[in-house]
């Protein structure tokens, strides 16, 4: 008789935000994550497995799924949603193991809904829990060993999920961590600061594997160590590509490597510029930034045909009132090619969090509002109602007729890519509400869950 395959699900559960599916063009802006790809093909090859990859960003999870072990990536937004699913798969006495950022951050948390956990990166812990699964002695908690590194892993399997829903499948990652310590950030609080570096012939190869023309880096700062990044972006300069990704401001400090990072193909990258104001910046730990230098640094990236997302929070300790308007009238004028702007968002974990914890200033702690719009702590210099409308007449205002028609004629990126990324944002400025769902949060059912989709069509891919 034939042994059954062990059937293993692995889930990205959904937040507020993709709860809207809609979109200007009816169809989803979101590109492939990396996360289910990654853990699929870190399956061992001895565990006679089926692996099904369920992204809630695009489609249901069917509450009578057939599984042995369901497995979870957490960010904080999504954990009540994570929370939710767990336990409906406990009930009918399927394992389920917990990991990812949010599970990092807090895994006493997440401990309580899960079988097990993984306690910071997945690539040894998770082939270790499934060896351990397979003989019948899952632990509760796995750990990141001290001595992880990024080394001689698989290809992401990207095959595991549809790339016709999504923009594109062609995402990458070399290196993870910061060597930076914002107060805000998930990053110095859930993995420290030692960059970890993939061997950068393993990108290449991944990039040739999928025959990108176009690809985005996902990495949280790809010049955290710099001569790591030097030598990525030779190796990749050979195979004319047009790439995507993100940088800290100090790139632009540094002409020689700006050069090389426009030569290899860069044609936009994504800053955190965070706030006009130095004494927020230096509050937060990210001193590094200069407001008086950005419009520098927009003319640097544009006179290397390098488009800038820069994105900024609000409610930060200075922020009175007027930073809002102030902040998105010099996005316009220092012609920004996509302003973005955010609510400050203590995630638990980090030490913004534990200060305004001390402060007494934390007013919620329910985790699906921890989603970057929403305000879950009490600002210092205005209302909670301040911020929250803020910060959407920020996104309103940047993203008027006018003031996008003012910054696209200044736009280094293609004037179809240009169009089509500032009539996105307009969209998504106008409906704020509905892509987070902001009414039905201020509700009084808004801490109910939501239902699970148990519909034969749900989007599982077997």
């Known amino acids: 008789m034939q042994r059954r395959k062990l059937q293993i699900t692995l889930i990205s559960p959904k937040g507020p935000l993709y709860r809207y599916r809609g979109g200007i063009f009816k169809q989803s802006l979101r590109y492939m994550p990396l996360t289910l790809p990654t853990l699929a093909a870190l399956v061992p090859k001895e565990i006679d497995a089926k692996i099904t990859c369920i992204d809630e960003g695009i489609g249901d999870v069917d509450s009578n799924l057939d599984s042995d072990l369901v497995g979870m990536t957490v960010i904080t937004g999504t954990a009540p949603r994570a929370y939710e699913l767990a336990a409906h798969f406990r009930r009918r006495n399927i394992p389920v193991v917990l990991g990812g950022p949010h599970v990092t951050l807090v895994p006493e948390d997440a401990q309580p809904h899960a079988d097990s956990i993984v306690v910071g990166y997945a690539e040894d812990e998770w082939p270790r829990l499934l060896r351990d699964f397979a003989a019948g002695r899952m632990q509760s908690r796995y750990n990141q060993s001290e001595d992880f590194c990024l080394s001689g892993y698989p290809l992401p399997d990207r095959s595991v999920l549809p790339r016709w829903k999504y923009s594109t499948s062609n ?27 993939k061997p950068v012939q393993a990108i290449v190869d991944d990039l040739r594997r999928q025959r990108a023309r176009r690809a985005i880096f996902i990495d949280l700062n790809l010049i955290s160590d710099k001569e790591y990044a030097a030598q990525l972006f030779e190796a990749i300069t050979p195979l004319k590509i047009e790439w995507y990704g993100l940088a800290t401001t100090m790139l632009c400090d540094d002409i020689p490597l700006l050069n090389l990072v426009a030569r290899s193909g860069c044609r936009g990258l994504l800053m955190g510029l965070e706030s006009i104001s130095k004494r927020n910046l230096r509050q937060s730990s990210k001193g590094f930034n200069d ?113 996008m028609t003012e910054r696209l004629r200044y736009s280094a990126a293609p004037w179809h890519v240009a169009l089509f990324t500032n009539l996105s944002y307009r969209y998504y400025a106008n409906r704020l509400h509905q892509f987070y769902n902001c009414d039905w949060m201020s509700s009084p059912r808004w801490r109910e869950p939501a239902p699970i989709a148990a519909t034969p069509d749900s989007a599982v891919i077997r």
């Open 171 to 197: 995402v990458f990652e070399a290196s993870r961590a910061c060597i930076h310590n914002c107060e805000f950030c998930v990053v110095p609080a859930a993995w420290g600061r030692k960059p970890f570096k």
């Open 291 to 403: 407001p008086e230098k950005y419009p520098q640094i927009v003319a640097r990236l544009h006179e290397r045909k390098i488009a800038l997302q820069g994105c900024f929070v609000f409610g930060l300790d200075e922020d009175t009132p007027e930073i809002f308007l102030q902040t998105a009238r010099f996005a316009v004028d220092a012609r920004i090619d996509l302003p973005r702007f955010a609510v400050v968002t203590p995630f638990p974990g980090t030490e913004l969090h534990r200060r305004l914890e001390r402060e007494g200033r934390i007013l919620s702690r329910n985790w699906e509002k921890y989603d970057g719009q929403h305000v879950v702590f009490q600002p210092l210099q205005m209302s909670v109602e301040q911020l929250q409308r803020g910060t959407e007449a920020a996104w309103k205002y940047a993203y008027s007729w006018s003031h």
